[in-house]
């Protein structure tokens, strides 16, 4: 949510936004201050793309499994709790496991996946300035995977227009 925030305050709008995580845990981020919901919105309307590397350590499995798994409960009991898969997924953003000595190649990897990347706009029917979230769908034309061969996807689901026209 800071991060997102951030953004939103000080990057440059017409430059790729990239947040990366780096954790041992993906299924039990704490949202003490703010709700899941919450912060997925601010992540979308800033228009930045979530990673995350999952530290791969005999420390960072044990950890996981004692505090990761427990997320679908302390969701169920209403508590504050997340997935940075959920976030990868939702803005088209990668979650990679790397052991500890190839942290920098991993990071390195993610960043040039996100310069590689391309950004696709287009304008919505729906002219409304209401901070809802709008699902979206991108998909590959089957033409396109015949002359191409398997292509890779990655894209956000959703998004959230700002509530202020930009220019």
Known sequence: YEAAEYMKRAANPAGHRAIIVLTSLEASIDFSKTSEKEALYAVLESGAVVSGVMVQTVGGRI???????????????????GSLKMFAEET???????????????????????????????????????GKRRKVRVQIASEVEKREGKVALIARRSYVPSKEPTA
């Open 63 to 81: 950890d996981q499994a004692i505090r990761g798994k427990p997320t679908s409960l302390l969701r169920h009991l209403g508590l504050r709790s």
């Open 92 to 130: 088209g953003g990668e979650l990679i496991g790397a052991k500890p000595e190839m942290i920098d190649a991993t990071i390195n990897r993610l960043v040039e996946n996100v310069a590689a990347s391309y950004s696709l706009a287009y304008t919505s029917t729906n002219t409304a300035r209401d």
